[in-house]
């Protein structure tokens, strides 16, 4: 009995407190089936977000891709987000940014159903140019920065990579 009264503890701690700081916290880039030819938008996300203000993927840090079979056209910032600079390298498949939240930033309301949320911040818009069946992975091989809404770097896990898959249309 006590066992159960400390776990239900920890439980509800953790939701009054949004996990902030936890391992937990990952960027995901998403998964698209992208007919051939066509162009479509991946989103960049933050799953279990805390209180988060600026995202930095750069100068270390790039997400990547194969560009044989998808170009990236843009990135635009979304839910309170904005790209505030981006280098976008086609030719060797490669893109780096920053995006924040000016004036706020995420401060997600807990709930109670102790669900997995994920929020997307970013939409990178992509241009199939591979032939149906060619895939890319789209990894980000580290965030170079990942700040609260005052300045404070948040511990985050490895980020979650996505993949574009070209269909035929």
């Not at 840090?61 to 194969?66: H, R, V």
């Not at 895939?135 to 965030?143: D, E, P, R």
Request: charged share 10%; proline share 8%; aromatic share 6%.
């Amino acid at each position: 009995m006590k066992f159960l009264r400390v776990l239900l503890m920890l439980i509800v701690l953790g939701a009054l407190t949004g996990c902030e700081g936890s391992y937990r916290t990952r960027v995901v880039v998403g998964t698209l089936d992208l007919p051939a030819g066509g162009a479509g938008v991946v989103r960049i996300s933050i799953l279990n977000p805390p209180d988060a203000k600026m995202i930095q993927v750069g100068p270390t840090g790039l997400l990547t891709f194969n560009p044989s079979v998808i170009q990236v056209i843009s990135l635009t910032g979304v839910n309170g987000f904005t790209v505030f600079g981006s280098t976008i390298n086609n030719a060797m498949g490669w893109v780096q940014f920053t995006a924040s939240f000016p004036g706020g930033s995420i401060r997600p309301i807990a709930t109670m159903d102790f669900g997995v949320l994920e929020i997307p911040i970013i939409e990178m818009a992509v241009q199939a140019i591979g032939p149906v069946g060619a895939s890319t992975a789209l990894t980000i091989t580290a965030v170079d920065l990942f700040t609260d809404r005052v300045g404070n770097p948040i511990p985050i896990g490895p980020p979650i990579a996505g993949e574009v898959v070209i269909i035929a249309p």
